[in-house]
């Protein structure tokens, strides 16, 4: 089993940065033939998820419906630091997925990659990587 602390610097409110390649690297680091990786952010206003990678619009129309869902300013947010609409979008993305590796690869569809879900920046942020083997 190993663990791995990764930082990471976004650069807008809401944006999707693809992880895939780093967490395949840490896969290869690992030596791991077979196992579960598990990559888990620690914020509440972040999250981590799988979507397309070949077309950049999906990204685009990501961003632009979730935030045409979840305006950031509504009269009717309670919480006070004027970030409730990045709490709720981090709650739907959830903060950490778990992915099967065979023979030292990621199992995804040919289309997916790994996005790390920015939600309340840009800021400077963490996320963690357990792989464990079989």
């Known amino acids: 089993m190993?663990?791995?602390k990764k930082?990471?610097?976004?650069n807008k409110r809401t944006e999707l940065l693809d992880i895939t390649n780093i967490i395949q690297k840490e896969i290869n680091d690992s030596k791991f033939n077979n196992g579960i990786v598990v990559i888990f952010t620690p914020h509440t206003t972040a999250g981590i998820t799988i979507n397309e990678n070949a077309d950049p619009d999906v990204k685009i129309d990501i961003d632009y419906k979730i935030n045409?869902?979840?305006?950031?300013n509504d009269p009717n947010y309670l919480h006070s630091e004027g970030n409730s609409?990045?709490?709720l979008k981090s709650s739907i993305f959830s903060p950490s997925i778990s992915?099967?590796?065979?023979?030292?690869?990621?199992?995804?569809?040919?289309?997916?990659a790994i996005y790390f879900c920015e939600f309340d920046g840009p800021r400077?942020?963490?996320y963690y990587?357990?792989?464990?083997?079989d």
Not at 7 to 10: A, L, V, W
Not at 68 to 72: D, E, G, Y
Not at 103 to 110: E, R, Y
């Open 2 to 4: 190993k663990t791995i």
């Open 99 to 112: 992915l099967i590796f065979e023979d030292n690869k990621l199992i995804l569809g040919v289309w997916q």
């Open 124 to 126: 400077h942020r963490k």
């Open 7 to 10: 930082s990471i610097i976004t």
């Open 68 to 72: 045409k869902l979840i305006p950031k």
């Open 129 to 133: 990587i357990k792989i464990i083997s």
């Open 85 to 87: 609409d990045s709490h």
